[in-house]
């Protein structure tokens, strides 16, 4: 799966989802502090999958008239570190490609999607 990890992802995430065969860039390698449309837009340019935890984005995708593939918003507190890596990896892996048009909210104890062409 392409995905593009957001500045906020905790190291630990990304490494993760790279150890588990994911190709994943991260924006703190390839353009850190850059503004939230502008990584949007390297989302969608590069037809990754979005990993954040920045509510921003899902105001983003309710304006936006194109998308990355999907949003994924992590709100996995109080997880440990560990754990919310664990949760993302398994997550992704379970979804897979139904993950493709939607804006999903991921929990610690539920995932939640939403198609884009509902927001």
């Known amino acids: 799966m392409r995905i593009l990890a957001d ?3 905790d190291r630990l995430i990304v490494d993760s989802l ?4 994911h190709d994943v860039s991260y924006v703190a390698e390839i353009a850190r502090g850059e503004d939230d449309n ?3 837009g390297i989302a969608q340019q590069q037809n990754r999958i979005l990993l954040t935890d920045d509510l921003d984005f899902g105001r983003l995708a309710e304006s936006a008239v194109t998308h ?5 918003l992590m709100r996995l507190d ?6 919310r890596a664990q949760r993302v990896v398994e997550t ?3 979804l897979g490609e139904s993950l493709i048009g939607n804006l999903i909210v991921l ?3 539920q995932t939640r999607l939403r198609a884009f062409n509902r927001l």
């Open 18 to 21: 790279r150890k588990a065969g």
């Open 78 to 83: 109080p997880l440990s570190r560990y754990a």
């Open 92 to 94: 992704l892996q379970l």
């Open 7 to 9: 500045e906020n992802c």
């Open 107 to 109: 929990e610690s104890t």
């Open 68 to 72: 990355p593939p999907a949003i994924v």
């Open 38 to 40: 502008v990584v949007f």
